[in-house]
């Protein structure tokens, strides 16, 4: 079986509370909940972490080179500042799918540059919770 980590970066885990004019009311567990049992439909196993924290981050991705055959990252504000986890992505080499609820193109001029997209399969932008959705939909047919 094929398997899919996700990883949700800063402040995701406000998710329905934070700023819902931009992201939404759906919460980090019910996203979850429905990227799981897409999971289950789709024959894949997976495992979701959130953290606030760019070292954890960075570890979680090293940790799963042994485990995932992809990775979908919604690195939060760290898209725009952090070639750690940029690295880190590309020191693994396990296809990397970036997601954004946001379109992060129509927002402020420092949130439109991704140090994680040049390193990333794709970017995934703009759809609220579906982005996520639409990633895991992604990761499987490349995992194909
Ligand atoms: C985000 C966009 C980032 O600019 C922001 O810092 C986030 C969330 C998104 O999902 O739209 O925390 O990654």
New binding site residues.
């Given amino acids: 079986m094929k398997k899919i980590l996700v990883i949700h970066?800063?402040?995701?885990n406000l998710l329905g509370l934070r700023e819902p004019n931009?992201?939404g009311n759906t919460n980090l567990n019910e996203i979850n909940k429905n990227l799981e049992k897409m999971a289950k439909e789709f024959g894949v196993e997976i495992k979701i972490v959130q953290s606030n924290h760019e070292g954890e981050i960075v570890d979680t991705i090293h940790h799963t080179l042994n485990w995932a055959d992809c990775i979908i990252i919604?690195?939060?504000?760290?898209?725009?500042t952090s070639i750690a986890i940029r690295d880190a992505i590309s020191s693994v080499n396990i296809p990397t799918i970036e997601?954004?609820?946001?379109?992060?193109y129509k927002?402020?001029d420092f949130?439109q540059k991704s140090f994680i997209a040049p390193v990333a399969v794709g970017q995934i932008?703009?759809f609220g919770e579906h982005?996520y959705y639409l990633a895991l939909e992604a990761a499987v047919k490349l995992l194909k």
């Fill in positions: 970066g800063p402040n995701l931009v992201y919604n690195p939060g504000a760290y898209t725009h997601v954004h609820l946001s379109n992060i927002r402020e949130r932008s703009g982005s």
